[in-house]
C-alpha cells in the first residue's frame, strides 16, 4: 500500500512537471472562516507541550479558473458569527460570514460550480449547505465515513457531487489537482494549485495542523490512521519539494496572519 501510495505520488509529480500541459489558475482568496483555540495542543500532538495553549485559523480558499469558480473548504457556519465574541476557550468564533465576504468580491453561491472539501470536521464543511447548486467534490471514502449508520450528516446529501477514489485533475489543465491525503480521517484530501505569479501552492486541508506538527512529523490523537497519516504528508513533502511549492497549512495561525485575506487575493 505504502509502495503504492509513493508510485501514484510519483505519477502525479511527473504528470505536473511537464512544461507544456501546466497551466494555471488565475486567483487564489483567502478567507477568513474562523478561529479557534484550545488549552492543552498536546491533543494535537501526543506527549509534547501538554497544557501549552494553542490558537487556530480557519481558511476557506477561492480559486478562479477562466470563468469557474472553485472553493476549496467552507469554515465554521456562517451562523457561527452571530455569537458573542467574548467564548470559552475552545469555542469557534467567526469574525466575516463566509457569504460577506463573498459579496464583497461579487461573487454569488450560484457562481460557483465546485465546492472541494478537505475533509467532513465541522469546521470544514459548516457551510455546504450555502451552495446547493455547485458540485461537491469529495472521496467516496470521506462519505461513506461521514454518513455512516449512526452518525448526524455533516451536510445535505442529497445535492450535485462526484465522489473521488483518488486524485483529480480537476480543470484538466494541471492547474489545480485534488490530492487523496488520507489519515486524519479516512477520505481527507488535499489540493494542489498552480497560480501565474506566486507559483505552487499546497493547501494541507487537516494533513497538519500546525507547522511544528509538520515539522516532526506528530499525529494528532484524533486522526483515523497514524501510519496513512505518515505516508500521506510524506507524499505532500515529496510534491512540495519537486515543485518547490509553498506549504499552507490551513489551521496554522501564524501562517494565516502572514497572508493577505480577501478581498486581497493571490496571482
Ligand atoms: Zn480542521
Redesign the pocket.
Known amino acids: 500500500m505504502r509502495a503504492y501510495r509513493l508510485l501514484a505520488g510519483l505519477a502525479i509529480v511527473a504528470a505536473f512537471a511537464c512544461p507544456a500541459w501546466a497551466q494555471t489558475v488565475d486567483r487564489l482568496y483567502i478567507m477568513d472562516c474562523g478561529h479557534n483555540a484550545a488549552t492543552d495542543q498536546s491533543r494535537w500532538s501526543p506527549g509534547v507541550n501538554v497544557g501549552k495553549p494553542i490558537e487556530?485559523s480557519?481558511n476557506c480558499y477561492l480559486i478562479r479558473h477562466g470563468t469557474e469558480w472553485l472553493l476549496w473548504d467552507t469554515g465554521f457556519p456562517d451562523a457561527v458569527a452571530d455569537r458573542p465574541t467574548i467564548t470559552p476557550v475552545g469555542t469557534a468564533t467567526r469574525a466575516k460570514k463566509l457569504a460577506a465576504q463573498l459579496a464583497e468580491i461579487g461573487v454569488k453561491p450560484a457562481d460557483i460550480a465546485y465546492v472541494a472539501v478537505?475533509?467532513t470536521?465541522g469546521?470544514?464543511v459548516g457551510n455546504v449547505d450555502m451552495f446547493p447548486t455547485s458540485t461537491l467534490l469529495i472521496q467516496k471514502a470521506e462519505m461513506d465515513w461521514a454518513f455512516a449508520p449512526g452518525k448526524t450528516p455533516p451536510f445535505a446529501k442529497d445535492r450535485p457531487m462526484r465522489e473521488l477514489s483518488g486524485d483529480l485533475d480537476l480543470f484538466g489543465d494541471g492547474s489545480a489537482a485534488i490530492l487523496s491525503t488520507p489519515g486524519h480521517t479516512p477520505g481527507h484530501q488535499s489540493l494542489l494549485v498552480h497560480l501565474p505569479k506566486t507559483g505552487w501552492v499546497v493547501l494541507t486541508?487537516?494533513a497538519a495542523?500546525f507547522k511544528d506538527n509538520w515539522d516532526n512529523d506528530r499525529v494528532p490523537s484524533i486522526n483515523t490512521d497514524a501510519a496513512a497519516t505518515h505516508a500521506s504528508r510524506a507524499r505532500l513533502a515529496e510534491i512540495v519539494a519537486e515543485k518547490k511549492a509553498q506549504l499552507w497549512i490551513?489551521?496554522d495561525l501564524p501562517t494565516s496572519q502572514g497572508q493577505k485575506h480577501a478581498p486581497q487575493f493571490y496571482d
Request: proline share 0%.
Open positions: 487556530f480557519d478537505s475533509h470536521h469546521d470544514h486541508g487537516d495542523h490551513n489551521h
